[in-house]
């Protein structure tokens, strides 16, 4: 168990109630949260097993294809670290994606675009990370894809995450963006977030040195979750 | 000398989507065959059946709709308020019939906190969704317990007159009854944890 975290800040997170964001007119809450120092509940938290993960779970490319048959579009590798608020590297710690196949089509039953399925595409994946809090996944470039908001309007380019810490209060779910795509700026999704360094840091980057080693075009996503006390008072005397 | 290190944003939260359960759960939407197992069906696995109690509920939206393209996760003890990292965890969907989802669970404990205080029994729920740009947290308190004493159920009191939205009903023998409400005059207490 960690000690208690330090508060988040909420300037740095969407606002919930963001009316561009339609689906959010029904569901954000109106009331203030309630805040409070943490306690063991929010400090302790789940911690996954590697022995869980199958040997492709990170590979979208291969995990649900048919007879070795690759899933259409480009393949890419997406990697980077998680941290604390300290620079920290946590390890052990669950990511799970989920995306669009290379037509922006989910397969989920809910998705009523009429861009088609890949056979040979789930569009999920996990991972655990290493000592150094280093993950990677291979996949397919997502495409972006339409939705009903306020009309018709088109979703950047993403990958979602779910990640898990050591506690719970350190849950994070968000989306990852691509470097250059047009589409970012007027997403009422990323513009919830009122902060600009705070939007800026969901974007991905081309990573060139990557590409020379593996041919495969890589964009690093570096993932910050939440500090806890006892760091920052390990830092302060440090400073002392 | 090392300098102060600088505390670093968090990074931001964005919504999990319509399409969350494909990640998180993907069995329960018949993707077959890419994980072995959807994490968190059973909370609490090398425990026996006849020691759980079930909690049920709806999550409402503003028009008291009740959802069923949302994921619910809880976090809890054990029954002697011990918190471990094995177990005590579970996640899930309402059932699209009749949108209510049922958690079957131990009973947790009371648990010793950090600061020397004890906390009632309770479980941490959180709502992720299409629509919340954030996930939302709240906690599952047990009707029949005594709340008199809990550090957040005081925090709790001090803003809000009624904390009953934190409090789940017994309905019958080791049957209780959480519904959430996302917004209007019953809206649940939501919290910054
Ligand atoms: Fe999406």
Redesign the interface.
């Known amino acids: 168990m960690v000690e208690a975290l330090i508060k988040r800040n909420l300037k740095t997170h969407p606002q919930l109630n963001f009316p561009d964001y339609k689906s959010s007119l029904l569901r954000a809450p109106k009331n203030k949260k309630i805040s409070f120092s943490s306690t063991s509940t929010e400090i302790s938290g789940p911690v996954f097993n590697k022995n869980i993960l199958g040997k492709l779970d990170n590979d979208l490319t291969l995990n649900f294809s048919k007879n070795n048959i690759l899933p259409v579009g480009h393949k890419i590798i997406v990697f980077g670290t998680i941290s604390d608020q300290f620079a920290n590297p946590i390890e052990g710690a669950l990511i799970e994606i989920w995306q669009a196949n290379a037509a922006g089509k989910y397969l989920h039953h809910n998705d009523s675009n009429t861009a088609p399925i890949d056979p040979n595409f789930a569009g999920c994946g996990r991972y655990i990370t290493s000592s150094k809090g280093y993950y990677e996944f291979i996949t397919i470039q997502p495409g972006p894809y339409p939705y009903q908001n306020r009309g018709i309007e088109w979703r950047p380019m993403h990958i979602h995450f779910s990640v898990f810490g050591k506690s719970f209060g350190q849950r994070l779910i968000t989306q990852m963006y691509f470097e250059g795509d047009p589409l970012i700026n007027s997403c009422p999704m990323v513009n919830s977030i009122p902060d600009e360094k705070a939007k800026q840091s969901l974007i991905s980057t081309l990573d060139t040195s990557r590409y020379n080693t593996q041919k495969l075009l890589s964009y690093k996503f570096d993932i910050i979750l939440r500090g806890t006390n006892q760091t920052f008072f390990e830092n302060r005397k440090e400073g002392l | 000398?090392?300098?102060?290190?600088t505390?670093?944003?968090?990074?931001?939260?964005?919504?999990?989507?319509?399409?969350?359960?494909?990640?998180?759960l993907?069995n329960a939407?018949n993707?077959e065959?890419?994980?072995?197992?959807d994490?968190?069906v059973k909370p609490f696995a090398n425990q026996h059946n006849d020691k759980f109690i079930t909690i049920t509920g709806s999550v409402f939206?503003?028009?008291g709709?009740a959802l069923d393209?949302i994921m619910l996760?809880t976090?809890q003890?054990d029954e002697n308020g011990v918190?471990s990292?094995?177990?005590?965890?579970a996640r899930f969907v309402p059932n699209s019939l009749t949108k209510k989802f049922n958690l079957y669970t131990l009973k947790p404990g009371f648990?010793?906190?950090?600061?020397g205080k004890t906390?009632s029994p309770?479980i941490?729920l959180?709502i992720?969704?299409?629509?919340?740009?954030?996930?939302?947290n709240t906690?599952i308190y047990f009707e029949g317990d005594d709340l008199n004493n809990d550090?957040?159920l005081s925090?709790?009191k001090n803003?809000?007159n009624d904390v009953s939205s934190l409090v789940a009903k017994k309905i019958d023998e080791d049957i209780y009854l959480f519904d959430i409400f996302?917004?209007g005059d019953k809206?649940?207490?939501?919290?910054?944890?």
């Open positions: 000398m090392s300098d102060i290190k505390v670093l944003d968090e990074t931001p939260f964005q919504t999990a989507g319509p399409f969350l359960h494909i990640g998180c993907p939407i993707i065959g890419v994980f072995d197992n994490l968190g939206d503003g028009d709709k393209d996760e976090w003890s918190y990292p094995e177990s005590g965890f648990i010793n906190n950090i600061d906390q309770h941490l959180s992720s969704s299409r629509g919340l740009n954030m996930t939302l906690r550090p957040l925090t709790a803003s809000r996302l917004q809206e649940t207490i939501f919290l910054d944890i």
